[in-house]
């Protein structure tokens, strides 16, 4: 399957699902120049991330939680 990364970018960690999954192969923009769309999403996925996405949400939370006490 081919979908598209998303036009969340430049920010890193935009990636857009389903396109970062591991059997997918995300597509991006380019602009004149053959650079990455200023517009594009980019980042790493799911897949990447070392305890999956769900619990680095989850620490995520709790460090927030940490910060505003």
Known sequence: ?????????????????PADQSDVI??????????????????????ELPHGYCISLLLLHSLLQTLQS
């Open 26 to 47: 995300g597509v991006g923009g380019i602009d004149n120049d053959d650079h990455i769309a200023s517009f594009s999403s980019r980042g790493m996925s799911t897949w």
């Open 1 to 17: 399957m081919v979908s598209a990364i998303g036009n969340d970018g430049p920010l890193y960690g935009t990636l857009n699902n």
